[in-house]
T-cell receptor, first 112, second 115 residues
Framework: GENVEQHPSTLSVQEGDSAVIKCTYS??????FPWYKQELGKRPQLIID?????GEKKDQRIAVTLNKTAKHFSLHITETQPEDSAVYFC???????????FGTGTRLLVSP | DTGVSQDPRHKITKRGQNVTFRCDPI?????LYWYRQTLGQGPEFLTY????????KSRLLSDRFSAERPKGSFSTLEIQRTEQGDSAMYLC?????????????FGSGTRLTVV
């Protein structure tokens, strides 16, 4: 089955800096890669996703890139703001059973 | 329909007791998933349904755990003879397949504490 690794586990940046979170996956047939943001005590919320037929997708200050050859994908947040502080999870869709397999999360702290 | 609802939000139980959680998905969603999340970890897959059929169960799901979705709408997750290691946030999510995106909508979760 699919296995997803996520790095770093914590990331501290100054407001206005960029943040990059990286994930690798094991199943080369995986075809869907979402990113979720989870604020303390709240539900994970989908912030951006990418399918395997696309190399990059952007939505305002966030972007996701996918390298199928290397089996890794990354979340890029530009011009970070304190409200971006949260735990971010990457995931990959297991093609066998079609469920999402999640990474272990990255705690992002944006300092004013 | 405001999203995925879970009940209760919090549950404290004594070790050895049985507990049951309920999830109401987004009404038009045909898939429903249960995940477990412990502190500092990502959501861990437990099981999922397409309509009323349970299509996969994780090997992590011992025989003390059972889930149902009898009419293809709401689902229940029951844990029998709870253990302290069962303490976690239990998240429900739903999705509609096929569609352009495979993303889930999560509920707010049920936090279980076994004492």
């Amino acid at each position: 089955g699919e296995n997803v690794e996520q790095h770093p586990s914590t990331l501290s940046v100054q407001e206005g800096d960029s943040a990059v979170i990286k994930c690798t996956y094991s199943d080369s047939a995986s075809n869907y890669f979402p990113w979720y943001k989870q604020e303390l005590g709240k539900r994970p919320q989908l912030i951006i996703d990418i399918r395997s037929n696309v190399g990059e997708k952007k939505d305002q200050r966030i972007a996701v890139t996918l390298n199928k050859t290397a089996k890794h994908f990354s979340l890029h947040i530009t011009e970070t703001q304190p409200e971006d502080s949260a735990v971010y999870f990457c995931a990959a869709r297991d093609t066998g059973f079609q469920k999402l397999v999640f990474g272990t999360g990255t705690r992002l702290l944006v300092s004013p | 329909d405001t999203g995925v609802s879970q009940d209760p939000r919090h549950k404290i139980t004594k070790r050895g007791q049985n507990v049951t959680f309920r999830c109401d998905p987004i009404s038009e969603h045909n898939r429903l998933y249960w995940y477990r999340q412990t502190l500092g970890q990502g959501p861990e897959f437990l099981t999922y349904f397409q309509n009323e059929a349970q299509l996969e169960k994780s090997r992590l799901l011992s025989d003390r755990f059972s889930a149902e979705r009898p009419k293809g709408s709401f689902s229940t997750l029951e844990i029998q003879r709870t253990e302290q290691g069962d303490s976690a946030m239990y998240l429900c999510a739903s999705s509609l397949v096929p569609q352009r995106t495979y993303g889930y909508t999560f509920g707010s979760g049920t936090r279980l504490t076994v004492v």
